[in-house]
T-cell receptor, first 112, second 111 residues
Framework: DAGVIQSPRHEVTEMGQEVTLRCKPISGHNSLFWYRQTMMRGLELLIYFNNNVPIDDSGMPEDRFSAKMPNASFSTLKIQPSEPRDSAVYFCASSLTSGTQYFGPGTRLTVL | TQLLEQSPQFLSIQEGENLTVYCNSSSVFSSLQWYRQEPGEGPVLLVTVVTGGEVKKLKRLTFQFGDARKDSSLHITAAQPGDTGLYLC???????????FGGGTRVLVKP
């Protein structure tokens, strides 16, 4: 069975550019989470969706970050404009409501 | 500010030794989860504990949830190089399935 799929696996971009990260959750899961992991701050929840509806976006750093979930099988996290401090590994995870969260392999973002 | 504090941050031991990782909070959680993360991969759930005082064993790993549901520990007996990784604790609240993660403990088991 396919797990959570994230693309791209690596992204290198220049400051000011738009970055779009993509996630395909496990089929049948109804909750989707976006996390950011850095050495300094550890693993932080950015936003999560339940049944495609954003439930808690209190972790989104600022207006430069936005996330969408147009359907149950796809979500995007967009950063516009990107800044060097956005460099991190971004994880997507999915679960059934209150169930185990399954993480994708992550996208390593480097903003120069 | 981390709501969940893990200690130590880094642990290096020889194969065959025992180790304990701690996860502490001033908040009460309805559940406490432990994950292991290997380089280039996402965290993978090891165990969930939900009852104060609960102890769960997974082969050489023993997990304990504090009586007050504010702290937890992970003990590994006779560690092996395959136990090397980043161990993360995560607390859940009763409402919803949002998790708060600790800062992690990086464990290195040398052969």
């Amino acid at each position: 069975d396919a797990g959570v799929i994230q693309s791209p696996r690596h992204e290198v971009t220049e400051m000011g550019q738009e970055v779009t990260l993509r996630c395909k959750p496990i089929s049948g899961h109804n909750s989707l989470f976006w996390y950011r992991q850095t050495m300094m701050r550890g693993l932080e929840l950015l936003i999560y969706f339940n049944n495609n509806v954003p439930i808690d976006d209190s972790g989104m750093p600022e207006d430069r970050f936005s996330a969408k979930m147009p359907n149950a099988s796809f979500s995007t996290l967009k950063i516009q404009p990107s800044e060097p401090r956005d460099s991190a590994v971004y994880f997507c995870a999915s679960s059934l409501t209150s169930g185990t969260q399954y993480f994708g392999p992550g996208t390593r973002l480097t903003v120069l | 500010t981390q709501l969940l504090e893990q200690s130590p941050q880094f642990l290096s031991i020889q194969e065959g030794e025992n180790l304990t990782v701690y996860c502490n909070s001033s908040s009460v959680f309805s559940s406490l989860q432990w994950y292991r993360q290997e380089p280039g991969e996402g965290p993978v759930l090891l165990v969930t504990v939900v009852t104060g005082g609960e102890v769960k064993k997974l082969k050489r790993l023993t997990f304990q949830f504090g009586d007050a549901r504010k702290d937890s520990s992970l003990h590994i007996t006779a560690a092996q190089p395959g136990d090397t990784g980043l161990y993360l604790c995560a607390g859940g609240k009763a409402a919803g399935n949002k998790l708060t993660f600790g800062g992690g403990t990086r464990v290195l088991v040398k052969p």
